[in-house]
T-cell receptor
């Protein structure tokens, strides 16, 4: 069974600074996808960024980028120039690729607070 | 594209009552998922539909839970004889009929409180 571990329950960062959230996962599969989702307080979950395991290049979306280390099964999220609106719960998630890819497996989340 | 919608957003019920939640996926998304999220945890998979067919059910889905997607569009999740342990946020997600990763898009959730 796949597992996703987020070892930082809470983090804080000053506005405009950079923060990195950690995620490790365990799988025996070789083809899969990894995601970071953001869940602001009392608001719905939205996709931040995704990474295909077969791609060596790290994904980037504006201020958000990942450091994907397939051999180490590590998938960290870097937020640059943090903004107050980045305050949210961040979930790392995993899904197998292939015909039966339907189930996202989530970590327990990291609560990020951006301070003014 | 109006996004995934869920109704109601909040539901308070007494133990032993039945409740039903509705999810409307993004139009033309043929895959629909239900997840449950308890306080301080990540969402946990409950069940998956491809069109109207329910292809997978988690062991978390006890016999008191039933989900349907009769016409391959909206879906309902019913909980019979609710228990306090059913209190949680119930999330619905949908994804398009394309091969590959099929990013799942989430709705706002229905927060259930069982008294």
């Amino acid at each position: 069974a796949q597992t996703v571990t987020q070892s930082q329950p809470e983090m804080s960062v000053q506005e405009a600074e950079t923060v990195t959230l950690s995620c490790t996962y365990d799988t025996s599969e070789s083809n899969y996808y990894l995601f970071w989702y953001k869940q602001p307080p009392s608001r719905q979950m939205i996709l931040v960024i995704r990474q295909e395991a077969y791609k060596q290049q790290n994904a980037t979306e504006n201020r958000f980028s990942v450091n994907f280390q397939k051999a180490a099964k590590s998938f960290s999220l870097k937020i640059s120039d943090s903004q107050l609106g980045d305050t949210a719960m961040y979930f790392c998630a995993f899904i197998n690729s292939g015909g039966s890819n339907y189930k996202l497996t989530f970590g327990k989340g990291t609560l990020l607070t951006v301070n003014p | 594209d109006t996004g995934v919608s869920q109704d109601p957003r909040h539901k308070i019920t007494k133990r032993g009552q039945n409740v039903t939640f509705r999810c409307d996926p993004i139009s033309e998304h043929n895959r629909l998922y239900w997840y449950r999220q308890t306080l301080g945890q990540g969402p946990e998979f409950l069940t998956y539909f491809q069109n109207e067919a329910q292809l997978e059910k988690s062991r978390l889905l006890s016999d008191r839970f039933s989900a349907e997607r009769p016409k391959g569009s909206f879906s309902t999740l019913e909980i019979q004889r609710t228990e306090q342990g059913d209190s949680a946020m119930y999330l619905c997600a949908s994804s398009p009929p394309v091969s590959g990763t099929d990013t799942q898009y989430f709705g706002p959730g229905t927060r259930l409180t069982v008294l």
